[in-house]
């Protein structure tokens, strides 16, 4: 008789600058506060963390734009990320954290650029929506997405906080993942 290997399944990285709230994100969706460490210093997360979700795998990148961070590393974090978009096979997907408050960086437009060429599925988190009022979080939710050109169902209004957002990114990755397997 045959071995029955479990058939690969496909994983979706988190991406965004240092300290926009990958870890803290990473533990709303899978429902575990302590598991991804989170910090208010940035440059918490160093190394590609895996962590298994009922169907997918979600990764946990570290972040970009860190100001601290040397040359070299800088060096080595673009080549971790775009050979994790670039060459993964089983990357199915990227979830995209911006925070909601502030107008893509530099550094974000460079993420866009990588993003677009991988070819990848993306979905835009905005994250920390708990630190705006109601309607500027509406309001800074079509600037952002206008900003980047996404179409609104590419954005999603989250909070790691109060859990806005996390049931329907969770969803929206579940159909992405589905969808391009
Ligand atoms: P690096 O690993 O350094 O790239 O950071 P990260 O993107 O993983 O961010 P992390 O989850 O560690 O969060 C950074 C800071 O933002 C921490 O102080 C978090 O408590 C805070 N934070 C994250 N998500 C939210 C949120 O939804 N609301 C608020 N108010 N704060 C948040
Ligand atoms: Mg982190």
Known sequence: PL???NPVLPEVALVGRSNVGKS?????LVGQPGLARVSGTPGKTTLLNAYRLPGFYLIDLPGYGFARAG???RASYRSLVTRCLGERPTLGGV???L?????PSDDDLDMQQLLIRSGRPVLAALTKAD???RTAVAARARQVAD???LPQDQVQVTSSRTGLGIGD???SIVAAVEENR
């Open 169 to 171: 990114l969770a969803a």
């Open 3 to 5: 071995v029955h290997l």
């Open 99 to 103: 925070d909601i408050r502030h107008d």
């Open 131 to 133: 630190k705006l009022g």
């Open 24 to 28: 803290s994100l990473l533990n709303a």
């Open 95 to 97: 979830v995209w954290l």
């Open 71 to 73: 040359k070299s590393a």
């Open 147 to 149: 900003a980047l050109g």
